[in-house]
C-alpha cells in the first residue's frame, strides 16, 4: 500500500487552479396535496469555507417553490421557480431568477401508499432519473451585462437502504450517491456553465414527516465544450426535510 502511495505521488499530473470548499445547507418542506400533487419550497444558504489565497469571499441564498405531480408509478412531472441572491464581491452582487421544468423517472417503478399520500418504492433499491431544463436569467448590481442561458440538466441517482427493508421505513439510514451533468444549449458567456456534479453521502428518516442527509459534492468543470472538465470546488451539503 505504501510503495503504491509513494507511486501516486511520483505520476506526473496536470497544474489546475485549486479548487475551493464550500458548505451548503437545504431546508426542504412539502405539502401532499393529493396522491398526485406535491407541493415544496426549499431554501438553500450556501457559504465559501476556503478558497485559494486571492479569492473573494462569496455568499448566496437560493429559494425554490415547486409542484410534483406524479404520472403513474413510472414517472414525475416537475415545476420550479428559483429565485437567488449572490454577494460574490464587496462591491458586486448578483440576482438570478430560473424557471425549470422536467421529469424524474421511477427506473425500478414505485407503489401507491393507500393510507398516506406517499410513494413507496416497490424493491430495495431505488434508482431514478431527473431530467430538467433550466432558463436562467441573472442579473448584476453593476454595469455588467445580463446573462440569459438555457441549459439541460441530468442526474441520476441511486438509494440503499442500510438498517432497513426500504429507504421510506421509519427510523431507516440509507446511502445516496447520485451524479449530474450541466450541459448549457448554446454557448454562454457565464463561467463553468458547463459542468459535472458527484454527491455521496449518508441520510436518515426519523418518520414519513422528517428526514435529513450529509452528502459531500464533487464539481467538476470547464468553460467551453473544447476544454476537459477540471475540479472547481468540493462542498459539504446539510440537508433537513419536512414533510405534511
Known sequence: MAGAAIVF???????????DLQLWTAF????????????????????????PAGEPQWATLDVTPSVDYKWGPWLDAVGELMVGRT???????????????????HLLSNLRNQVSRERLPKRRLVLRNFLRLEYRNLYYSTDEPESHT???????ETLWPINRHKITD?????????W??????????ERYASRQRT???VGYRRSAAWSFAALFVWNRSRNTVDEPFTTSDYAIDLAMKRVW
Open 199 to 201: 454527491r455521496t453521502g
Open 28 to 51: 426542504k418542506f412539502q405539502w401532499n396535496k393529493s396522491h398526485r400533487m406535491t407541493l415544496g419550497v426549499e431554501a438553500e444558504p450556501k457559504v465559501l469555507v476556503w478558497a
Open 150 to 156: 438555457l441549459r439541460l440538466r441530468n442526474r441520476l
Open 9 to 19: 505521488l511520483l505520476i506526473p499530473r496536470p497544474v489546475h487552479a485549486q479548487p
Open 180 to 189: 449530474e451533468w450541466f450541459m448549457p444549449v448554446d454557448d454562454p458567456a
Open 170 to 178: 421509519d427510523g431507516v439510514t440509507y446511502l445516496s450517491a447520485d
Open 87 to 105: 454577494r460574490q464581491t464587496d462591491h458586486l452582487n448578483s440576482s438570478e431568477l430560473t424557471p425549470r421544468v422536467g421529469f424524474r423517472f
